[in-house]
């Protein structure tokens, strides 16, 4: 049975920093590709960022390229997100998703709907 987990959620102020975890097991994920969404109150669940195996170039929204960073170990089937120079609108509950390659080659990893597993979420809330 598959299961996705995540960890590193908090509350922290405006301008600093917080590391989420993501833990997925259950089968391999070597040729998968992990990734970060987060659903602020009252929005839709939106991108945040993904990526594939080593070798591969990540993936941003653009709200948050230059101050998040995702990686991945592949042998530990985990994916990490380093969330720097945090603001009030990164406020939200932050879920991990784990999707099949394939996403790559017709583009979606931006899309909700290519991911096959989901973790609970995680909240993270900026304080202004």
């Known amino acids: 049975q598959v299961q996705v987990v995540e960890s590193g959620g908090g509350l922290v102020q405006g301008g600093g920093s917080l590391r989420l975890s993501c833990v997925a097991s259950g089968r391999s994920f070597e040729s998968y590709v992990m990734a970060w969404f987060r659903q602020a109150p009252g929005k839709d669940r939106e991108f945040v960022a993904s990526?594939?195996?080593?070798?591969?170039?990540?993936n941003y929204a653009d709200s948050v390229k230059g101050r998040f960073t995702i990686s991945k170990d592949n042998g530990k089937s985990s994916v990490d997100l380093q969330m720097t120079s945090l603001k009030f609108e990164d406020t939200g509950v932050y879920y991990c998703?784990?999707?099949?390659?394939?996403?790559?080659?017709?583009?979606?990893?931006?899309?909700?709907?290519?991911?096959?597993?989901w973790g609970q979420g995680t909240q993270v809330t900026v304080s202004s």
């Open positions: 990526i594939a195996w080593p070798g591969t170039r990540p």
């Open positions: 998703a784990v999707g099949k390659g394939q996403m790559l080659l017709r583009r979606t990893w931006m899309q909700w709907s290519a991911y096959d597993y």
